[in-house]
């Protein structure tokens, strides 16, 4: 049975840093890896989808990898902003299945 | 940019009662889903449903449960008599036959009392 965990579960960090979002799976069987934000009640927005034959996948300032091999995915923010703060999930798919299993997500607060 | 709707935005409910919560996916899209997330818990797969017929579902997706597509558009989920456990955010999702990436609606929050 899939399992998708996400560190840290929270971080706060000053404007402007890069930082990277980790997300682990335990079953490397992976078709596919997306990741979404949420903002604070609201509902999920795709940010980035990485195929298991990639190994990165890039959208302006994120960029997610993934890492059958280890079970890992990370994502990337380059130069955050206060805007960036939200919840970020990773999700993986399964090969024959159509379910995304959903990682805990880490809460991110950017302050100016 | 085409986007999933979900209707009502927050649906409150007596226990016992039966609640339809609706979505409209993107218009291509020809999968579709529900997926729940209850207060400080992961987001759950509900269902999935394609060529107007379940394809999956979960075991919290009992006999409580239904989905239906009534008409071309609209895409719905039933709970025919709601516990205070089926408190929770419903997200619906959807998308195209040729990625397996998912588009998420803004969801419906239930509440029952």
């Known amino acids: 049975k899939q399992e998708v965990t996400q560190i840290p579960a929270a971080l706060s960090v000053p404007e402007g840093e890069n930082l990277v979002l980790n997300c682990s799976f335990t079953?490397?069987?992976?078709?596919?890896l997306q990741w979404f934000r949420q903002d604070p009640g609201k509902g999920l927005t795709s940010l980035l989808l990485?195929?298991?034959?990639?190994r990165e996948q890039t959208s302006g300032r994120l960029n997610a990898s993934l890492d059958k091999s280890s079970g890992r995915s990370t994502l990337y923010i380059a130069a955050s902003q206060p805007g960036d703060s939200a919840t970020y999930l990773c999700?993986?798919?399964?090969?024959?299945?159509?379910?995304?299993?959903f990682g805990t997500g880490t809460r991110l607060q950017v302050f100016p | 940019e085409p986007e999933v709707t979900q209707t009502p935005s927050h649906q409150v409910t007596q226990m016992g009662q039966e609640v339809i919560l609706r979505c409209v996916p993107i218009s291509n899209h020809l999968y579709f889903y529900w997926y729940r997330q209850i207060l400080g818990q992961k987001v759950e797969f509900l269902v999935s449903f394609y060529n107007n017929e379940i394809s999956e579902k979960s075991e919290i997706f009992d006999d409580q449960f239904s989905v239906e597509r009534p008409d071309g558009s609209n895409f719905t989920l039933k709970i025919r008599s709601t516990k205070l456990e089926d408190s929770a955010m419903y997200f619906c999702?959807?998308?195209?036959?040729?990625?397996?990436?998912?588009?998420f609606g803004p969801g419906t929050r239930l509440t029952v009392t």
């Open positions: 990485i195929q298991s034959s990639q």
């Open positions: 079953d490397s069987a992976i078709y596919n």
């Open positions: 999702a959807s998308r195209t036959g040729s990625s397996y990436e998912q588009y």
């Open positions: 999700a993986s798919l399964s090969y024959n299945t159509d379910k995304l299993i």
